[in-house]
């Protein structure tokens, strides 16, 4: 969250943020240290310290309490800063690392130049609550898939099999094969998938609600074939607003979806993806472009670009072609919101690319 105002701020404040307590240290415009304490990490212990206090330009590292932290500071008047955890070697390649050297280095980073945090944006507190529901959702997800796999492990391991089936349907097309000796072991942790499955169908009849009833642009992403009601919520709430974005392309590179660049003289290595940015939603456009890849997925000018990709060959072609897949989908989705348009499945690949 930057909170922009044309106040000079009288002062610069890093904060270094912990479960309990948060270290104070505040610097004036000279760089020379104001004043140094503790308060409470809590709603009250925020709005005490900082309410009535003239217009401080406030530095906290992004985390667990960044959001809700940094609306306090904001709804007491001063500006905010949440730095990217990322750019911060300064801080967490420190020899001599505490609370007070990096409440101290954050401030003087701030005062300095602002643009050395790589400061983020935290999305409204609305957002954040819905985006809430889907990493629940993908929380049981995980823990099913866990629990499937543990089963399939634990027959194998007495030389039986299990037949193959979606996952949903595991607890009761397994619950006849299982082996008598690991019964009780295991008939424990069916109950406890069907009961996964019963809260995860829960999950999605609220989350096609949500995405209806307060998100309708979701509805025109879902034109793309291959991205499906949640992936199309998880992007509009993962961007909350598409004006962020001067360019389509800017959206890749937001979610971790473009190669690292490492330009040295002569050399220029060819790296992996960042990986920066939100994992579940990286995960959803790389899950839609293997379905466009896919032997079910239509025939788009999206399709084909991604196979012209794989048929150049070299390594990993088929990968790097639903990645690259993925940063033009991440792309496309975004120009399709930002102008409110149609998506035309038929289009020249040059479009495609264009847009993305």
Known sequence: MHESNTVVP????GLDVSDRYTQVYVVDAAGQRVEETRIRTTPAGVQRWFTGRPRMRVVLEVGTHSPWLSRAVVACGHEVLVANARKLRLIYQNDRKSDRVDAASLARLGRLDPTLLAPIRHRGEAVQADLALLRARETLVRARAQLVNHVRGAVKAVGARLPACSTPSFPLRV????????????????ATLRQLNTQIRQYDRTLARVAQ????ETTRLRQVKGVGPLTALCYVLTLEDPQRFRRSRAVAAYLGLCPRQWDSGERQAQLRITRAGDGMTRRLLVSAAQYILGPFGPDTALRRWGLGLVARGGRFPKQRAVVAVARKLAGLLHSLWMHDRDYVPEGLPGRVAAAA
């Open 10 to 13: 009288a002062g610069t404040v």
């Open 175 to 190: 619950a006849g094969a299982l082996p008598d000796v690991l019964r009780p072991a295991l008939e424990p942790l069916l």
């Open 213 to 216: 009833e307060r998100y309708p």
